[in-house]
Structures are given as C-alpha cells and as structure tokens.
C-alpha cells in the first residue's frame, strides 16, 4: 500500500486518516511520547530535495511509532550525474525498508520508486505535482477547528504554478466537500487549472467571502524568471493582511512564510491564524499515516496467528 | 438464542461478581491513596465505570477512572491484514506511584494484559498494578494472573466467550459460543 | 546532384510470385486479387488471380487473404550513428523499418556529431551502403552543428547525397538564418525540412501546456510556440519563393497556418507522426516517459484536426519519427527523461486498427498518405505497376498482435504503442527490388 497521490484517497479514506491522527494527538501529551507499534518496522527517508521540516516531521512520526529510521539526503542536482534514481532505490532496497519516504524536484518520482520496491511508497512531494500529506494535515487542522469542511469557501492564494500544495489541497479539500477559488498573479495560474473543479480569480476583490484563506509561500529563488514584476508589486495585489482579512475568516500556510511579502507580520501572529496548528497536525497526521500503511503483514510470509482477548 | 450459544452469566450475577470485586479491591488496598481504575477499551473500561462508584464509597475517597486503548501497543501489528483501529486512551490522572487496577471483560492469552501494562507505564512508573477481570477463561500464554476474578470459566480453545454489557449491547450477559462450523474448507 | 539520394546494403535481387493477393495502390488504381510476378528485383507482371506460371522461383500463394500494398516511405527517422549507437543504429533501425514495411527513410541529423559537413556525410552514407537494408537518404543540418547561427556548406552536401536538410531536434530560431537558408536554397536546392518551436515560448516545457500539465504540475509547452512559427517560416518561403517541408505538425493552429500557406501558393509541405493522430495529452496522466515526445502530444481537439488534415491532405503524408532512447535512458522521471517514442514497427498497424478499422479513415488514403513523403523529397513514389522497381509490402490485415510482445527490431523499446492490441501486420517486405524483411513464422512456399 502506498500513498502517492491525494487523488488515490476517497473521502473515506481521508476521513479514517485524519479519525486516527486525531487519537494520535493523545500520544504527545503522555510522559513517554512514544509507543512500540512499529518496533522493528524501518521507515527510510529518501530526500532529493533539502527539506527539514518534512523530514524532520516524518522522522518523529516514524520514531513516535517506534520504528527506525534512515535517512538518504541527496542533493538533485548532484545524483544526476552519478548514481540513477533507480540504482539508489536498488540499493537502499536491499536493506528492506517497510516505507519509502519520497521528497524529490521531478513530478512522478514517488510513483516511479514505488515499482521499484516492496516497500511503502509515501510521496512527500514530488516536484509540482503533489504533496498529499500536506493536505491530509491541512484537512486535519480544518477539520479540529470548524468540524467539517462541507460548504466551506477556501481560497488558495499566491503562486499556484509552483505549488505542489496547492494541487494536493485543490483536490483534498473539493473531496472534502469545500468550495476551492485560487487566487493570484495571472502570470503564476497555471493554463487549465480549473479543469481540477476550482474557480479562478486574478485579484483578491471577492475574498471576503471565503471562509477560509490558505496562502502559498511566494518562493524568492522563482523570481529568476521573473513571474510579476517585483515582490513588491506582489505583495500590493495579493498580501493578507488585516485590512483584507476580516476576524471571522480563518488563516493558513503552509510555511515557511515569508512575512512581509504573503502575509502581513501581524497576521501571522493573529489567534486566526492556524499555521503552528498545521505544523503540530503535521506530526500526528503522519503518524497516522505511516500507521495505516505499515501495520498489516509487510510480505505474504505466513505467521501464525496470535490469540488477543 | 440457539444451542450454540449458552448463558452463563446474567444481569444480576454480572452485578454481583462487580460488586464483589470492588470489596476485594477495597480490602486488598488500604493505603491512604485510593487506587486508580483502568478499563480496557472497550467493554472493560465500561466495567471499570460501574466499579468506581462502589469503590468510592469503599474507601471514602476519590477514585480516579481512566481507559485505555491498546491498539498501538499489540503484538500482533505485523501480522493483522489491516490497520486496527485506535482509539484515544483517557489517563488524565498521575499514574506514578499510584495503584492501578486494570479492568478487563474477559481473560485469555493475557496478550491483551500485557500491551495493557506497556501502554501505561508509557504514561508513568505506577507503585503497583493489578488487574480484574469478569470472566477468566484460561489458556493463558503469557505469565499473568488475575488478582481479581468474576467467574473462572472452563472452555476450550475452540469456543468464543462473549460478555455483552448494556451501554453497548443492550444487554448485560455472559455467552459462551461454539466456534462457527467451518463452511466450504 | 550528383550522388545516389538513397542507399541501402547490397542484396540478391527478388525473384517471386505473389499467387492470388489483393493488390492495393491508389495511385495505379489497383484494388483486387492478382497475380504479380518480381523478376530480378523488378515488377515484371501482373495478371488476372491463378494466370501467372510459377517459374521455378519462390511462390506466396495468398489465396486472397493478404494485401500487396506499395511499401511504405518514411520522411523522418532517427537512426543515431554516428555516436549513440546505444540507441540505434543503421543496420537496426532499417531493420525496424522493414519489419514495419517501409522500404525508405530519411535519417535525420541530430547526432553526436551531428551531420553538418560533406565529410560527415559521405561517412554515414558509407554506413548506409553496407548495412542499412532499406534505403536511406540523409537530410545533413541547415546550420553548423545545427546551432542555428551558421550555415552548412550545403551546396557542397547536396552534390555528396542530401536530400535537403533539417536541424531537426531544434528549430532555426532566427528569422534572418532562416531567411538566409531560404535564399541559398535557390543555389543548392534540396528541401529545408523544419522542426518548428519557439523555444522562449516552450521555455524548459516537458509536455502540451493546457489542463493535464496544470494537474500534474508539470511546465507546459504552449501550442502557440509551434504554430507561430510555421507561420513564420510560411512566410519567409513565399517571400523568398522557398520551398519547406514542416515537420511533424501536432496542433491545429499549425494544421490552420499550413493550410492558409498552401490556400496562398506557397510551396509547402507537412507530416504528421501516428503518435500525435492517435494520442493526447490524456496519456500523459500515467507519466509514462514514453508518451513523452517533442513536440508534445496535444489535445484530443487538435488531434483530430490532424486527422481531418491528413484526410484533406494540408498534410502531406505520415512519418513515424522514430526516435529510439536507450532503457536507462527513459526510465526516469519524466521531466528527466529525453524526448521521443520508436514508431516504425508500429506505424501502419496502430494507424490502421485505430484510423481505418475505426471507419475513420479509407485504407487507400492512409496507404497513399505512408507512401507520399518520398515524392516531397523529389524521389520517385513507390508504385505497383508493371516495370517499376518492386518497393512491396505483403500485409496480412487480420493478423491480431500486442505491440512489443515479441521484443522488437529496434535496439530501443520505447514504444507510446507498447502493449496496444493491433491488426494488420507486413510479412515480407521487398525494398528496391530485395527481399529486406520476412516475419518469422511465415514461410514462403516453394514450388
């Protein structure tokens, strides 16, 4: 079983994810935040891509659960010289892991790792196309806040173009039942995106309405191709701040954010802000997640089966 | 209720059984703390409910209740063909150096007892931790013994007991059943 | 021009007789059961079903359950000697070609290095004269490496053998080159055949801009960039009464600007790969690296506006652009992954199941659509009439086959078509008078 796509989850399946993360919580507020679930069980973390917070998300979660974990850290840029991305899954495959934990630049790569290997494929973001942890962790926050998220309005708001979050959350949260708008510089919409259900607006005249505001990290390294004219001109069209976030509507990011350009300094510390609730769902959620697919028999090695009563 | 399944516990002596625990669990523990109550998600932790108001009374003081998911804690995790599903575990009292008493429906391999006893020193070192149970049905493959006992109830390994209590069930029952005849094998 | 156009291996000239076969040529007007006889390479007879003696010579008794069709001629191929023979090579890709029932191609010059001098030419034709076992002309570069920025002694090229030439792999980005090429074509002549793309606006694009490429996050590649530039190079050959062949069309834009061009006199041409008629940017959605091509397959609008093309005939013929890359080489990520599928074993077969078979296109257009291109190069046509050179393809229609099931002629495999049922499949091909292709479990009787 792998997690490669949000796309692969119905609203069920999200749901039961989310249901267990939030019995999870329970576990960080004991005095030994750990439990031996998957003792012996090996989650390896294969990084294509400097990533500390999703690694060091996954990782906890992983040790959390008991199990070990390995990481493989490698910079793009560099293994495409050398050792092919299929050779290294080879190899790191012969220790058998139980879980492949993929974060690379190129879309599909979780996909492709996952015919290479036995073990569980989770996807922790393949170039632009997916992060679906992320939007497990986002429907989780959401839903620990407002209960549920049928009917809710969301605009996604910045550089959609290059956000993998933005596609994930696009399709978790339209299955969740909200309404999605994505908002920003017309330069940074991608051509077609509302062939995925949702609405597109080029400026934030209409945000009012939403319930709920998710802004996307305005990536500075992007600006090479000069996408809007300056940060600066972006930050004048599409910043939330106070002035255009009324007290009823609710905050998110999914961090780093840089404050000052997508968000106003002072928003972010707002109490409607959740971005500290999205980083401590992040934990849970993976959790969950790494439960969910590595609990169950790893081959089809027979074992006997013990009694529990 | 056909021929397969036969009662052997009712409403009232179910009662009697939880009542009598709660004297043994008084008398077995005067210490100045009381001690603390925890059910096993999820039919025991509705029998540790019913024992703490009758042990308050016992021993005159507050009888802390707590519940107890063990779903994370199995030891069977690599070989179910899915995920159990987990439940929140309740602890919201101090755990170390107190008396605990698990509570359990039924006792069998003592599996369960066992990812019961790891599940709570995750939350502190008690002083000392004992276990009740309703029904002991034997077979046991792990070396735990019940400090307390509802009914010691002979079976073989091929028979189900099912304790059926009235928050859940409807009901408040003991049944043994014959295991299912095996169909199409 | 001086030399030979196309060159193959030597081989022992044919000598058979193709006994009750249903002969397809919609240029002779052939369409029935026949007898045809090739003597020393040569179409020396044919005549009424069961009238034509066998002469002691090898004898295809089809009891009119196979076509005889004029083989097949492919306008663009990547054959890949010199330098990435890991790829393909000359004896290889003709052998996919035979097996496809191609008895000609055009190798284009995107190698390492790339065919861009005289010497380099005559080295790759050498290769050809030895092993290639179909024929094969070259299309050498326009520009020096084909960087764009200079010419290539083409005058010089064209007396060694090129048919014309392409920087196929890359468009001529600069007008001024372009138009430069086009006024020294008057000199030299031979076709300029061009790869059309803007590259500012396909920027670092792996596959069609629209909305596959904004669900999988993937940079798109607009459709714009490739019809702008037909019609800039449209342009630019009726101003300098130039003559160009556009390669490999895969939006309907380019399917409007080749349209307007020829509506206006200009003298152009056009070819569309089976890929881009019979797949969409839908097939992308899987990632699979093999339905990555360049330029990239577009949306199921613009294919049938390349079929519509192709029946109209704004395009001019069928080529497969058979680019074969190596497995290590593709089995990657897909924005990793180079640019290109093979086709030539499966050109007729997934063109005929999907196009003719699916009542969209007559078999006799999509036969004369896959033999046109040689006449756009100013070669002869391969025809089915008494006293041509025999150029044959034996189809068996209804021979049923998953593409690839068998491995392939190609030293690469990978095929946008692999796994495909398919019908319709060449069993003998004669290319120039040679036997160059037998498939394997049919034997010919001899009487």
Known sequence: MNLLSIDDLDREAIERITDHAARFAEVSDREIKKVPTLRGRMVLNLFYEASTRTRGSFELAAKRLSADVVNFAADGSSVEKGESLKDTVLTLNANKPDAIVVRAPWVGTAELVSGWTDAAVINAGDGKHEHPTQALLDVYTLKRRLGKLDGLGIWIVGDVAHSRVARSNIVAFQRMGAHVTVCGPPTLIPRGIEALGCDVRFTLDEVAGADVVYALRMQHERMADAPVPSLREYAACYQINERRLTARQILMHPGPVNRGVELSGGIVDSPQALITAQVQAGLVVRMAVLYTLLSGPRAQAPLPEPQLA | ?185 | MSAAPLLSRPSPSADLLFRDVHVLDPRTGFDGRHDVRVRAGELAELGAAGTLEAEDVEVVDAQGRYHLLPAFFDTHVHLRTPGQEHKEDLETGTRAAAAGGFAGVIAMPNTDPVVDSAALLGSVREVAAREARVPVGFLPAITVGSAGVQLTEMAEMRDGGALGFSDDGRPVSSAAVMRKALRYQRLCGGVLALHEEDVSLAGKGVMHEGAVSAALGLAGIPSVSESTMVARDAALAAYEHGRVHFQHLSVHESVEAVAAAKAQGVSVSAEVTPHHLLLCDEQVRGLDSSTKVNPPLATESDRQALIEGLRSGVIDCVATDHAPHAREEKEVPFEQAPMGTTGLETAFAVLYTELVLGGVLELSLLVERMTAGAGLFELPVHRIAAGEVANLVLMDLDARWTAGEHGWESRSANCAFAGRALRGRALLTVAAGAVAYRERSFSLVAV
């Open chain 2, 1 to 185: 209720m056909d021929s397969q399944h036969k009662v052997v516990l009712r409403e009232r002596d179910i009662h009697n059984a939880l009542l009598r625990i709660a004297h043994e669990i008084a008398e077995r523990n005067p210490d100045r703390q009381a001690p603390a109550l925890v059910g096993i998600h999820r039919r025991g932790s509705f029998l540790a409910e019913r024992l703490q108001p009758w042990l308050a009374e016992l021993v005159s003081d507050d009888v802390p209740l707590g519940d107890l998911d063990i779903a994370l804690y199995r030891d069977d995790v690599a070989t179910r063909a899915d995920a159990p599903v987990v439940h929140a575990s309740h602890i919201d009292f101090e755990v170390t150096a107190r008396t605990i008493v698990i509570v359990d429906d039924v006792l069998y391999t003592g599996r369960t007892v066992r990812a019961a006893i790891d599940a709570l020193f995750d939350y502190g070192r008690p002083e000392r931790v004992q276990l009740a149970v309703l029904v002991d049905r034997g077979h046991r493959e792990l070396p735990i013994r019940p400090d307390y006992v509802g009914k010691n109830l002979p079976t073989s390994k091929a028979e189900h007991v099912h304790v059926h209590v009235h928050e859940l069930d409807g009901i408040d029952e003991v049944v043994i059943a014959a295991a299912p005849a095996v169909v199409g094998a």
